[in-house]
T-cell receptor, first 114, second 112 residues
């Protein structure tokens, strides 16, 4: 099993540009999570999906952020327009089954907005 | 508001000693708590889960306790090794949902 795959690994962009982060969850997993990690705020949950349906997006900072899960094997997190304060490491995680199932994380996308 | 607190200062210990990390929470009554390990440049990796009706859980050199009265979990690594050096995060669900909220993590440094 390849694990959760995120791309790109690093992204550097200028303020105002659109950024799209991608995630392929582990095959068979039915829940998918997007987190953001910074030194100041730690690991913050942005949104999570269950069976491809967004369940809770209360952590999405503002309307500039959007996430989709068109099928069970792919999800995107889009920031438009990007701002320097969006600079962080964005993690995708997936899990299977019960609510208490452990999360399997990808290795993240390090986003730098200049 | 709901809050999870872990020691923000790094924990430095000598190889062979037992490391103890603390996770305190307020305004929660979680049904379970999970511990993860994170290495630099990598995503967190699940280590252990402990449920509210369990006092203690062990896995090899790891031991987790869960005191729902004190609202605290302790994470122990016995016979620590330099390879145990990492950041350790506790996580719990803010209600009966699939969400998982993480503490800031405690960085452990084991010196040879």
């Amino acid at each position: 099993d390849a694990g959760v795959i995120q791309s790109p690994r690093h992204e550097v962009t200028e303020m105002g540009q659109e950024v799209t982060l991608r995630c392929k969850p582990i095959s068979g997993h039915n829940s998918l999570f997007w987190y953001r990690q910074t030194m100041m705020r730690g690991l913050e949950l942005l949104i999570y999906f269950n069976n491809n349906v967004p369940i809770d997006d209360s952590g999405m900072p503002e309307d500039r952020f959007s996430a989709k899960m068109p099928n069970a094997s792919f999800s995107t997190l889009k920031i438009q327009p990007s701002e320097p304060r969006d600079s962080a490491v964005y993690f995708c995680a997936s899990s299977f089954g019960r609510n208490d199932s452990p999360l399997h994380f990808g290795n993240g996308t390090r986003l730098t907005v200049t | 508001s709901q809050k999870i607190e872990q020691n923000s200062e790094a924990l430095n210990i000598q190889e062979g000693k037992t490391a103890t990390l603390t996770c305190n929470y307020t305004n929660y009554s979680p049904a379970y708590l999970q511990w993860y390990r994170q290495d630099p440049g990598r995503g967190p990796v699940f280590l252990l889960l402990i449920r509210e009706n369990e006092k203690e859980k062990r896995k090899e050199r790891l031991k987790v306790t869960f005191d729902t009265t004190l609202k605290q979990s302790l994470f122990h690594i016995t016979a620590s090794q330099p390879a145990d050096s990492a950041t350790y995060l506790c996580a719990l669900p803010p209600g009966n949902t699939g969400k998982l909220i993480f503490g800031q993590g405690t960085t452990l440094q084991v010196k040879p």
